[in-house]
């Protein structure tokens, strides 16, 4: 069985995330290898050519199925075959490399790194997170930084739970992961309270997805989060404008309603059926504004539950 890992880079080719796979292939832990230099694994007569090949990669694209030589933990070297994709911000500066490694030559891109789903990624307004099949994060896009007050660096190569605020239970947890592992469903969806770096809290509808390669292995996962902070605190003055509506609605109404009924037995004693029919009228349609503000009440607080 053919076995692959991947690795991301900063700019200066200085190891930001080394996967399990990876791992299990050259026998490195990923903190024995995180914060050192790629060229660290590699044999010594290839260290000039890989950072040849970088800037390579860093002014004409990506490169893929290209044959290098690795250092095992052990010293011994390993034959194998890389792809490397540079990621560009918006402004087109180059801030990290993905090198995907395998055990046989590889061409088709991950569907992450396809020129098309990069457009979508940077230019996104909600936050996106992309993590390898460990779940650590390979890249995250402006507006993740934005919502979350992060820099690039300080993720990269660390698990979104870092994200974690403790509202979501171990039960809500096992029941999202059994959604998107579930081979005939493959994401989740729903609403979750995040965690920025000064500890504020980002209320989110979130979906997780689970990216495939062709032969149905999971290779990817792709996180899509929508800030409700706004919609939140629209729904909170909606709903409270809603009972300061309703308060003031139902003080004259049950001065009406009360009025109408004394006087309906005032004329029901008197005999003055016209005045009786006309006080109907007007408790019936103090009955019917009730339960209207009734059923605006019921609704606003559902809403908000």
């Known amino acids: 069985m053919q076995r692959d890992g991947s690795l991301s880079l900063n700019p200066e080719a200085v190891i930001l995330r080394f996967s ?17 230099r790629f060229s660290s694994i590699l044999p010594e007569d290839m260290r000039l050519e890989a950072q040849t090949f970088l800037d390579t990669v860093k002014t004409a694209g990506p490169v893929t199925g290209h044959k290098a030589r690795f250092l095992a933990n052990t010293g011994a070297p390993v034959d ?17 490399y993905v090198v995907s490694v395998s055990e046989k030559k590889t061409e088709a891109p991950p569907a992450i790194l396809t020129n098309e789903f990069q457009k979508l990624f940077r230019f996104s307004n909600d936050a996106v997170v992309v993590t390898d099949r460990d ?13 979350y007050g992060y820099q690039k660096e ?66 990817n996962f792709l996180g899509i989060a929508f800030d409700m902070t706004r919609q939140k ?37 008197q005999g003055m059926e016209k005045a009786r029919k006309r006080l109907d009228s007007i ?17 606003i607080r559902k809403q908000g539950a």
């Open 20 to 36: 399990r796979s990876l791992e299990a292939m050259l026998g490195f832990s990923s903190s024995e290898v995180c914060g050192r």
């Open 80 to 96: 194998l075959y890389i792809s490397v994709y540079p990621l560009r911000d918006r402004s087109g500066s180059l801030y990290s």
């Open 135 to 147: 779940g650590s994060i390979m890249d995250v896009n402006r507006a993740f930084l934005d919502t």
């Open 154 to 219: 300080e993720v990269i190569g660390k698990n979104p739970r870092l994200l974690k605020s403790g509202y979501f239970t171990k039960e809500q947890y096992e029941r999202m992961w059994a959604d998107i592992l579930d081979p005939d469903k493959g994401y989740w969806k729903g609403e979750i309270i995040n965690k920025r770096k000064d500890g504020s809290e980002v209320p989110a509808l979130l979906s997780i997805n689970a990216i495939k390669d062709p032969k149905g292995g999971i290779r």
């Open 233 to 269: 605190e629209l729904d909170k003055l909606n709903k409270m404008y809603v009972d300061h509506i309703v308060h003031d609605i139902r003080g004259p109404l049950t001065a009406i309603m009360a009025n109408s009924e004394l006087l309906l037995i005032e004329s029901c004693q």
């Open 283 to 299: 408790i019936a349609s103090a009955q019917k504004i009730d339960k209207l503000t009734q059923d605006m009440l019921d609704f």
